[in-house]
């Protein structure tokens, strides 16, 4: 089931940190100190890897999932060893 925005402003720290699953790999970590962390969990030449995608309230749930989406392009990218260019990393860091 996708993540609501309200999920987000409600998730309360605990002792440990925790993870509140959006969708396709997209899931905020909360941390014991509060602070609120999106990430996108993808598998890379058969290694599991996170992406960090910002910082929850200044990083939305509408701007996480179109930094996922930009992202899944780029890891189909033509040729996994060919560097994109500047500019999409540029993108995905706005």
Known sequence: MPLKDTNCRNANPQDKPYR???????Y?????NGGRYWRLKYRFLGKEKRLALG??????????????????????????FAAPPPAFWAQLSE
């Open 20 to 26: 509140l699953y959006d969708e396709q790999g997209l």
């Open 55 to 80: 910082v929850y309230p200044e990083v939305g749930l509408q701007e996480s999932r179109r930094k996922r989406n930009d992202a899944r392009i780029l890891f189909r990218w033509p040729s996994a």
């Open 28 to 32: 905020l970590e909360v941390q014991p």
